[in-house]
T-cell receptor, first 113, second 111 residues
Framework: DAGITQSPRHKVTETGTPVTLRCHQT?????MYWYRQDPGHGLRLIHY???????DKGEVSDGYSVSRSKTEDFLLTLESATSSQTSVYFC????????????FGPGTRLLVL | EDQVTQSPEALRLQEGESSSLNCSYT??????LFWYRQDPGKGPEFLFT???AGEEKEKERLKATLTKKESFLHITAPKPEDSATYLC????????????FGKGTHLIIQP
């Protein structure tokens, strides 16, 4: 499994404030992903990256932006947090195209009041 | 649009009572079907990847199978430590490069 860490693991914030979540991997995987998990829904893709500075949108990207300046780090930013963004956020990585298995981090639990 | 439906939503079994979990899917150009296990408060843990109909994979008490429309996760003689939520996901050939997940099956194994 890829060595994936997420920080912070828990965060409480207020509506309207910016929030940045960090995903760090030690396996030199090319692809990185951000998902959110909510009751009644499966995990849903927010954004993903297929290389340094190469990112694209997923199913639920509105209100989120991402950046990847190094292979090992993928940042998810909520520009102005809303209560609908209260969720558990998971980062995942994949070695390369054609190796389709994704490995997940431990998650960040975000509460927006 | 890729879709994944898992059934049942929840399943309670006695220790040693074998059963199967179902994952039905529709996808444009299957690149892979995945099974994960998720424990409360943890991230999904990878179990299996299946790439083509007829493929089977086994790991301890678990066996995953794949047809053109569905996948089964067979659990043989389960133990209480097999209690978890089991997630099914697909990677399709079009659109964003990410997995489409089902809502999961919550499995409880009673001693």
């Amino acid at each position: 499994d890829a060595g994936i860490t997420q920080s912070p693991r828990h965060k409480v914030t207020e509506t309207g404030t910016p929030v940045t979540l960090r995903c760090h991997q030690t396996e030199n995987h090319r692809y990185m992903y951000w998902y959110r998990q909510d009751p009644g829904h499966g995990l849903r893709l927010i954004h993903y990256s297929y290389g340094v500075k190469d990112t694209d949108k997923g199913e639920v990207s509105d209100g989120y932006s991402v950046s990847r300046s190094k292979t090992e780090d993928f940042l998810l930013t909520l520009e102005s947090a809303t209560s609908s963004q209260t969720s558990v956020y998971f980062c995942a990585t994949k070695l390369t195209a054609g190796q389709e298995t994704q490995y997940f981090g431990p998650g960040t639990r975000l509460l927006v009041l | 649009e890729d879709q994944v439906t898992q059934s049942p939503e929840a399943l309670r079994l006695q220790e040693g009572e074998s059963s199967s979990l179902n994952c039905s899917y529709t996808v444009s150009g299957l690149r892979g079907l995945f099974w994960y296990r998720q424990d409360p408060g943890k991230g999904p843990e990878f179990l299996f990847t299946l790439y083509s109909a007829g493929e089977e994979k086994e790991k301890e008490r678990l066996k995953a199978t794949l047809t053109k429309k569905e996948s089964f996760l067979h659990i043989t003689a389960p133990k209480p430590e097999d209690s978890a939520t089991y997630l099914c996901a697909v990677q399709g050939g079009g659109g964003a490069d990410g997995l489409t997940f089902g809502k999961g099956t919550h499995l409880i194994i009673q001693p």
